[in-house]
């Protein structure tokens, strides 16, 4: 592939130039108004400036593409050659076009990294199947940092791969990029590690409900002996709420006013596998009312702390909760009601953002079903619409 810069006084005489020199098979990667010459700032001369490229990939090799994948295997890695796979056409007469196509291909990607989705003259074509996993990007609303970094490896892997990859070779590509780019953080639920599971975040997100599925997986499928706290004695209705799946799973339930409430459920709890401790869904933009959580629960004891997040907020809102809560020690994140929306960036965006992990994510109203543990590949099948 040949990537090439060109400076003409129209994009008709532009297109021209390209044409002329790569042919009509070339493509358009940017273009912009410069202004070029003049004195002291005056008299300046408008000029279009357009990045091209076109795949001479045929015309420079007369080798079969298997032998050009050997040969840029090659030389991305030469400290490990592979005995016997590239013979003497390759080292005089295939060298050179192989770091040349190398090298093209990094020309590429370093283009796409500095193209600002700003800048009103872009104009970046794809190969085919790559311009609709950029649209599916696009409306799961990924952040263009994202973005880029994801289309960028794509693009190698097209090349690398003899530019005749199909879709689902390419979703496949993109599936393995998102999972990979956040395997390093702790994903998935209960781990029993510690006795006490909190769950906080803002009104609305179904807390409440989120708890009582956690309990209902712990009871039924782990077997473990589980009791409720809660904390939310604001309102009397979610008093109620928990006090009902308490009596379906017949686990006990304390209320707990204070602290001193919280150490003595504590104790009556001792013998329990499991704490399950649900907090009041008030307006966490006001500060005061995470600091309130810290004069009833004992964050400094065998406690582990889940964010509950509607997958139907924006992302801004997502965000401004988050660093209201960061007073409290946040070890994973839960996302629910992701049956009411068709969006999943704004999910991957805060897990890379703030590196961490998701515990759960919920699909329903229904308990204990509707919800499933999360893993990095799941969050990948999510946004590319894989089940």
């Keep these: 592939m040949k990537v090439k810069k060109y400076v ?12 002329a020199e790569l042919g009509s098979d070339a ?26 490229a076109a795949d001479q990939q045929q015309k420079r090799h007369s080798f079969p593409i298997t032998k050009q994948k ?17 013979k003497q056409e390759s080292s005089a007469a295939g060298q050179k076009p ?8 990094n020309e590429l990607k370093t283009l796409i990294k500095n193209m600002s989705p700003d800048n009103s003259g872009l104009a970046i074509s794809y190969p085919a199947p790559l311009q609709i996993m950029n649209k599916l990007l696009m409306n799961q ?70 708890l009582a599925k956690m309990a209902a997986e712990c009871v039924i499928n782990h077997k473990k002996k589980v009791a409720f706290i809660t904390t939310d004695t604001y309102r009397i209705a979610a008093i109620d ?10 686990v006990p339930m304390e209320v707990c006013y204070t602290i001193e409430d919280f150490n003595n459920a504590a104790r009556t709890f001792e013998n329990y596998d499991l704490v399950l401790v649900d907090t009041a869904g008030r307006n966490f933009r006001n500060k005061q009312y995470v600091d309130d959580l810290k004069k009833v629960i004992d964050f400094e004891n065998d406690i582990e702390t889940y964010l509950v997040l509607s ?23 839960i996302f629910t009601k992701a049956d009411e929306t068709s969006s999943y960036g704004a999910m991957y965006n805060l897990i890379s953002k703030y590196n961490k992990g998701v515990a759960y994510m919920t699909n329903g109203q229904n308990v204990p079903d509707d919800m499933i543990a999360a893993k990095p590949s799941l969050i990948a099948k999510t946004i590319i619409g894989v089940e």
């Design 27 to 52: 493509v358009i990667l940017n273009s912009r108004e410069i202004q070029t010459g003049g004195f002291l700032g005056l008299f300046k001369k408008r000029n279009i400036e357009v990045v091209a």
């Design 241 to 250: 709420q928990l006090k009902t799946y308490a009596k379906i799973l017949n």
């Design 8 to 19: 003409a006084s129209s994009m008709a005489e532009a297109m021209k130039q390209i044409r």
């Design 311 to 333: 997958l139907t907020a924006k992302q801004r809102d997502m965000e401004d909760i988050y660093d209201q809560f960061s007073i409290i020690e946040i070890d994973k994140l």
């Design 98 to 105: 192989a770091e040349d196509l190398l090298k093209e291909m």
């Design 70 to 86: 050997q040969i840029v295997q090659a030389v991305a890695s030469p400290a490990q050659p592979k005995a016997g796979s590239l």
């Design 141 to 210: 609303e990924l952040d263009v940092s994202v973005q880029e970094e994801l289309l960028s490896s794509i693009l190698e892997k097209w090349y690398v791969e003899g530019a005749n990859a199909s879709i689902d070779t390419v979703y496949s590509w993109l599936e393995k990029e998102l999972s990979d780019r956040i395997s390093h953080i702790p994903f998935g639920g209960i781990s029993f590690k510690k006795k006490y599971i909190n769950v906080v975040g803002p009104t609305g997100v179904g807390k409440t409900t989120t």
